[in-house]
Structures are given as structure tokens and as C-alpha cells.
């Protein structure tokens, strides 16, 4: 298994920008399918994105194309969720995840969590 820490949460105004950092140990992530999910208050966990590596692919749920992006650094072995645009219903704790897989439209198969970080946007 791989070890995820993520970091970056905070409170912010509806149209802020937030960038999440989740910091991977114990495994490269070049074989993994890397996750961000998010869970709001009473809601089930949802998919938010995910980006795989070769191939590398990149995939997002409808709510978030075009405001969101998932993005690796081999370097610092940590995987980002760029969130620009936020609305108050992106409020959530948002989880990374991983998985042995290069499949990143499937939203199963993570086997890999981590802790949270909060994140609550204001209108």
C-alpha cells in the first residue's frame, strides 16, 4: 500500500482558488491510477478526478470540468487538485487515492486512502 497525506484545504470565498497536495510514500507513484475524491456533509463519497500514467490519462466528473485539474510531480512523488472557480457546493473533505491500475475513468478499485483535508467555500 501507499501512504497519502493531503494538505491544502482551507476557507474560502465562492470564485477563490484552492490547490491540493497529496504526498505519496512507501511507493512510486508511476504505476498507480492517483484519485481526488470528496464527501459533503450527509453525502456519500463522490468522484472528482483521477489521472493515470502510461498511458497518462486524465478524467473528471461533469461537475468539475473546466475548473478543476489533476496533475502529478514524479520529483516530489505527490499528485495535485488545482480548483479554481469554486462554488459552495464543493464544499466537502476532500481524499486522495490510489490504486495499482491505469484505468483512471473507472471510479472503483482504490485501495489506497487518505485522511482528508477540508475544504468549505462561502457565498
Known amino acids: 500500500q501507499v501512504q497519502l497525506v493531503e494538505s491544502g484545504g482551507g476557507l474560502v470565498q465562492a470564485g477563490d482558488s484552492l490547490r491540493l497536495s497529496c504526498a505519496a510514500a512507501?511507493?512510486?507513484?508511476?504505476?498507480?491510477?492517483m484519485g481526488w475524491f470528496r464527501r459533503a456533509p450527509g453525502k456519500e463519497r463522490e468522484f472528482v478526478a483521477a489521472?493515470?500514467?502510461?498511458?497518462?490519462?486524465?478524467h473528471y466528473v461533469d461537475s468539475v470540468r473546466g475548473r478543476f485539474t489533476i496533475s502529478r510531480n514524479h520529483t516530489e512523488n505527490t499528485v495535485y487538485l488545482q480548483m479554481n472557480s469554486l462554488k459552495p457546493e464543493d464544499t466537502a473533505v476532500y481524499y486522495c487515492?490510489?490504486?495499482?491500475?491505469?484505468?483512471?475513468?473507472?471510479?472503483?478499485?482504490?485501495?489506497?486512502w487518505g485522511q482528508g483535508t477540508q475544504v468549505t467555500v462561502s457565498s
Open positions: 487515492a490510489a490504486k495499482y491500475s491505469t484505468n483512471a475513468y473507472y471510479p472503483g478499485g482504490y485501495n489506497s
Open positions: 512507501g511507493r512510486a507513484l508511476s504505476s498507480y491510477t
Open positions: 489521472i493515470s500514467w502510461n498511458p497518462r490519462t486524465t
